[in-house]
Structure formats: C-alpha cells, structure tokens
T-cell receptor
Framework: GAVVSQHPSRVICKSGTSVKIECRSL??????MFWYRQFPKQSLMLMAT?????????EQGVEKDKFLINHASLTLSTLTVTSAHPEDSSFYIC???????????FGPGTRLTVT | GIQVEQSPPDLILQEGANSTLRCNFS?????LQWFHQNPWGQLINLFY???GTKQNGRLSATTVATERYSLLYISSSQTTDSGVYFC?????????FGQGTELSVKP
C-alpha cells in the first residue's frame, strides 16, 4: 500500500498560461499532502503543506498567489502554477502522509517546462 | 531551522562493493527517511527510521537520535543501485532534505 500518483508526468506550456498538477493517494487517505520543487542537480525544497479542507501553509519565499494549492478531499490535492514563466520550469513532486503518521510517500513527479 | 548534511556527496563503487552513507542533523527530529531517487526522478522509500536499526535485503539503516546521525549501508552493490540517495528529517510533519549522495556503481 501507500501509492501516490501524479498527473501529468510531463507538461510543456507557453509563458503566461496556467498549469494544474494533480496528486492522488490511491490506496490510503492522506490527511496531509506536501508539494516540493526540485531544480536540476539540486535537492528537494518544500513549497507548501496542505491539510484536507483547509488553506495551505506556504514556506518562506513561495508566492501563494502564484502557486495555488487545493486539497479538496482526503485523496486529492492540486497545484496550479498561474501565469507561468520560464523560471518556473522545474520538477514538481507531491507527497502524502496518513493520519497519525509522519512517514511521507512520494508521487513520481511532474516535469514542467515553460517556453 | 534544522540543518541536514549528507556525506559523501559523490561515491563511485565497483559492483559487489559495500558502502556507508551518512546523514547528520542539527536538532531532535520525529521523522527520518532515506530515499533512492531513480533516473526518472521517482523517490523510492527505503527506510522510515527516526531511531533504531532496520534491514531490508542488502540495505540496512541505523539512526542514533541522541547523537543526531543516521547511516545507510549498502552491501554487495549492483549497477541498479546507482542514483541519488537522500536523507530527509522532520519536525512536526515537514521534511527537510539533505543535498544527497550521488552513487555510481560500475560493472
């Protein structure tokens, strides 16, 4: 158990458009989901934490109006990159944890390229 | 905030060799996980080990929480073990990642 999926796996969009990425926990209920960003040859950086039914908590330096996060159910969280620019090109990875557990399970990631 | 340091940053091994990867952290934690990131970017959970010792096949891990370090042992390495190994530590649910150890296993 503990499978997390992401969709799409890869997306190319034009500068100025918005892109939505979905993160689903397939076989468990995820009370908390996390969104990370990873630039080439670098480590993962936490962007935000979301709990089902409440507003996301963003890390310092992450623009909440640019990276919209919705956690509408216990199995789905979405990240929308609004008005994307080339510098937003990156690998976006979500993770999820069960209730009363700190262990996180990661999705396969979404590679975003903004042209 | 909590600091996480991994060593070595890079490691090249011959197939069949053993290795030890280290993760030091600067504060008490309630979560510590080891991951292997494959060439396609997927993070594979290796261990959830905030304290103690665990083994899974050729891999084992030990965390000494009182001394704020964790070790990942890889025995009889295979070419498929190549990739980046991350240690991540957590306080209150959030995970902070180290910079990773890039392992290359040569045939």
């Amino acid at each position: 158990g503990a499978v997390v999926s992401q969709h799409p796996s890869r997306v190319i969009c034009k500068s100025g458009t918005s892109v939505k990425i979905e993160c689903r926990s397939l076989d468990f209920q995820a009370t908390t989901m996390f969104w990370y960003r990873q630039f080439p040859k670098q480590s993962l950086m936490l962007m935000a934490t979301s709990n089902e039914g409440s507003k996301a908590t963003y890390e310092q330096g992450v623009e909440k109006d640019k990276f919209l996060i919705n956690h509408a159910s216990l199995t789905l969280s979405t990240l929308t990159v609004t008005s994307a620019h080339p510098e937003d090109s990156s690998f976006y990875i979500c993770s999820a944890s069960r209730q009363k557990s700190y262990e996180q399970y990661f999705g396969p990631g979404t590679r975003l390229t903004v042209t | 905030g909590i600091q996480v340091e991994q060593s070595p940053p890079d490691l090249i091994l011959q197939e069949g060799a053993n290795s030890t990867l280290r993760c030091n952290f600067s504060d008490s934690v309630n979560n510590l996980q080891w991951f292997h990131q494959n060439p396609w970017g997927q993070l594979i959970n290796l261990f959830y080990i905030p304290s103690g010792t665990k083994q899974n096949g050729r891999l084992s891990a030990t965390t000494v929480a009182t001394e704020r370090y964790s070790l990942l042992y890889i025995s009889s390495s295979q070419t498929t073990d190549s990739g980046v190994y991350f240690c991540a530590v957590g306080q209150g649910g959030k995970l902070i990642f180290g910079q990773g150890t890039e392992l290359s296993v040569k045939p």
